[in-house]
């Protein structure tokens, strides 16, 4: 991982509803979670948890996946792998 990928990755996790967010993503497993529980769960209007979702998304933290009507995220857990990495080297 690069520093400027770091930075991102670190920037994004740098507020408190995203790093809620992530953090129950990560609990959750590679499943993942539907947008709604999620946003059920922090108790996150749609809209916030979207803005949320796609900082996160964005920063390479977080995948989607649809399943019918509703969108799955799950952590990215060799993007974690990664930040773990370039932090510790």
Partial sequence: METKEAVGSLAALAHNSRLEIFRLL????????????????????NAT?????????QAGLVSARQDGRFIYY???????DGLMGYLTD
């Fill in 26 to 45: 990560v609990q959750k497993g590679p499943e993942g979670m539907a947008a709604s529980a999620i946003a059920e769960k922090i108790g996150l209007p």
């Fill in 49 to 57: 948890l979207s803005f949320h979702i796609k900082g996160l998304t």
């Fill in 74 to 80: 799950a952590a990215d857990y060799s993007a974690i």
